[in-house]
């Protein structure tokens, strides 16, 4: 198997999750985000870290704070 699909819900975590993650072979990152958890800043800090690794935020598979992210 070579899953391509990263499905992420961990309360709060995944405002640092992807700083210096390798995503290769990832084409699709899902994730619940937590903003009374990480704050504004934490959710910026998701999208800011899923830019850097090569993904840009998809609105056609996001609703409300499950948010997608595809591979440019």
Do not use: W
Not at 1 to 25: Q, W
Request: proline share 4%; charged share 20%.
């Amino acid at each position: 198997m070579r899953p391509d699909v990263l499905m992420v819900d961990i309360e709060g975590g995944e405002a640092k999750l992807f700083n210096g993650v390798d995503l290769t072979g990832v084409r699709c990152v899902v994730v619940e985000l937590h903003q009374l958890l990480t704050g504004l800043a934490g959710v910026a800090d998701c999208f800011s870290a899923t830019a850097t690794v090569g993904f840009a935020y998809d609105p056609m598979g996001s609703n409300g704070p499950i948010v997608t992210f595809r591979r440019r």
